[in-house]
């Protein structure tokens, strides 16, 4: 079934405690064996974590894997979970939107939604996704209905990590407390590593990683991973939603000791064998 908008989470877990999931080898640091909240995962994090803990929510911003329409089997795997994407990025390239083959191959409820078109803006160059600015006018993006519906004093900028949006549907669900784990953000892409490296679902990282290092080799130096350019932005946005954690009245908590997130000065650590 389709969800139509973004109400349909207000507060929906309410005080439940809950993970927030990045795909970093930290990932294998929390107590699945005793948790009792829900998990939002990100891409290939049920598959990964299949047998240990299964998705309340799962979310995914990318046009590569899970698009809905190609790999529906394996989303209809997971029935009692919501599926949430970003239609602007999985339609943004490559990938030819049909609503219709959505709606018709996807078992489970799902929501989609904007991340980039801001007060309706088509990119520059105009891309696919812009297509999603004329089929849905009056849409607000993920950033703009957290500025309205929080009365935030500005639309927090837009990140280059993808687990921001599952922070924000935790926020807007009215988790608490929000744990965060496997989000590591690393600088080099040589460290860009995902929890189960050798599992099917991660052999295009360990490729990614493979010729970063190579090219590393040649040129050397270390090459920048995909969060290096928008460093400064990522931190902005997290720190922006947590300060927003604490005004609402939510805890919320960063799991890995080596997680950049720890220079989050207002994100309090937690050691993750206190998380009951």
């Excluded at 939603?241 to 799991?255: A, F, M, Q, R, T």
């Excluded at 080596?258 to 994100?267: F, G, H, R």
Aim: glycine share 4%; hydrophobic share 35%.
């Amino acid at each position: 079934m389709e969800i139509k908008d973004f109400g349909y989470f207000i507060n929906r877990e309410k005080n439940k405690p809950c993970l927030v999931a990045g795909n970093a080898p930290s990932l294998k640091n929390f107590p699945y064996d005793k948790f009792k909240g829900i998990y939002f995962l990100m891409n290939s994090g049920p598959i990964l974590l299949k047998g240990r803990a299964y998705p309340t929510y799962w979310l995914s911003a990318n046009y590569k894997d899970p698009v809905p329409h190609l790999h529906y089997k394996k989303i209809n795997l997971f029935r009692k979970c919501t599926y949430i994407f970003s239609d602007t990025a999985t339609y943004c390239v490559g990938n030819k939107y049909n609503h219709n083959l959505i709606s018709n191959r996807l078992r489970i409820d799902w929501f989609a939604f904007d991340e980039r078109h801001i007060n309706h803006k088509k990119c520059d160059p105009v891309l696919p996704c812009c297509e999603f600015v004329d089929i849905y006018p009056q849409r607000l993006t993920i950033f703009e209905y957290m500025q309205k519906h929080f009365a935030m004093s500005e639309v927090c900028p837009k990140p280059t990590t993808a687990v921001i949006y599952s922070l924000m549907f935790a926020i807007i669900a009215g988790c608490s407390p929000i744990y965060l784990q496997g989000i590591e953000l690393p600088v080099y892409q040589k460290d860009y590593l995902q929890y189960k490296m050798f599992h099917p679902e991660s052999l295009r990282n360990i490729k990614y990683v493979l010729r970063s290092y190579i090219r590393g080799w040649i040129h050397g130096r270390p090459e920048h991973s995909g969060f290096y350019d928008g460093y400064e932005r990522n931190f902005s946005v997290f720190e922006c939603l947590v300060k927003l954690c604490h005004e609402i009245g939510i805890e919320i908590y960063n799991l890995s000791p080596t997680s950049a997130l720890n220079q989050i000065k207002i994100l309090p650590y937690l050691d993750y064998r206190k998380v009951c």
